[in-house]
């Protein structure tokens, strides 16, 4: 510990946030070699393994992952973070956010651009998610998931409910026999996901719906779902954010028919203890309690 050099923390948390020599480098205005220098005498000092390296960059170790905090600790009493400075404006390096594909559309038109404006110097990975990520192997910073995840060194926070609805083409239901009851369903083509490919239990909404539900046009895409919706090619339950963006959808027993499913926030335990984890996931949470109207209208509301 004697050669400990605390003016190592910087180039530790610039690795920490850009996971790549050349980002940290190019943040702190050093040159590659001399960041991956100082890395090596911090983790020597420290007889400890801060990051693991890959071909895809530096990620850090559990040990890491706990020094994260207390370096920024220090950054904020030595002045890092500037008085009158937006907790936003400090925070830089390279975030990834994974989603479920309907809600990667409601974010990128609604929240990225304040997102943009309150986190300037921070880059976002926004991964669209078709099927559940390693959190293991953080493929992630952070996970919007359709539920709880309730083991492992975890944690999930609710985010917000958002409601659904069955949705039709209005010349489909010119073409079609009437709608009048929950019985009357099974006699029209349905849409849907494809059932063994289902990430995320929530998604078998037609059981739900009616045990007799069978579609005719399967797809993991809820976007390629949505298109064969709009082409009239049959009924399909959408999120109400997402439908009623398209004038030409009518809801289906609006008034008989509406499910309800809730969005959480995941993260790696480690993960939620730094600041700029923290941060983004506050600002998250406010984002998504301003839109509780969009997301989920209620019984009487409009579809």
């Given at each position: ?95 990834r956010l994974a989603v479920p594909e309907g ?127 709009q082409q009239g090619l049959g009924l399909c ?67």
């Amino acid at each position: 510990m004697s050669q400990f050099n605390w003016d190592d923390m910087q180039y530790f948390l610039a690795l920490a946030r850009h996971g790549q020599l050349t980002g940290a480098a190019r943040h702190l205005g050093a040159s590659h070699v001399t960041v991956a220098r100082r890395i090596d005498r911090l983790e020597a000092a420290l007889h400890q393994r801060l990051f693991e390296r890959s071909a895809r960059g530096y990620a850090l170790t559990a040990s890491g992952r706990r020094m994260v905090e207390a370096a920024e600790r220090m950054e904020e009493a030595s002045g890092g973070v500037q008085p009158g400075q937006s907790v936003g404006q400090g925070l830089s390096g390279t975030l990834r956010l994974a989603v479920p594909e309907g809600f990667s559309a409601f974010f990128s038109q609604t929240i990225l651009p304040r997102f943009i404006d309150r986190f300037p110097s921070l880059s976002l990975d926004l991964i669209t998610m078709t099927q559940v990520l390693s959190l293991s192997r953080r493929e992630a910073d952070l996970t919007v998931t359709l539920g709880q995840v309730g083991r492992g060194a975890y944690l999930s926070e609710h985010l917000a409910d958002y409601r659904l609805r069955i949705y039709a083409a209005r010349d489909y239901l010119d073409r079609h026999p009437v709608i009048r009851s929950r019985d009357d369903l099974p006699a029209h083509r349905f849409l849907g996901y494809i059932e063994d490919m289902l990430f995320a239990p929530g998604l078998d909404y037609l059981n739900e719906v009616h045990p007799a539900l069978r579609p005719v046009f399967k797809s993991s895409s809820i976007f390629n779902q949505l298109t064969a919706v709009q082409q009239g090619l049959g009924l399909c339950v959408l999120p109400c954010y997402l439908a009623r963006r398209d004038a030409g959808l009518v809801p289906v027993l609006p008034a008989n028919i509406s499910l309800v499913r809730s969005y959480w926030l995941t993260c790696h335990a480690d993960t939620r203890q730094t600041r700029r984890e923290r941060t983004v996931i506050s600002f998250l949470a406010g984002e998504m309690a301003q839109a509780a109207a969009i997301l989920a209208p209620g019984e009487a509301d409009p579809p």
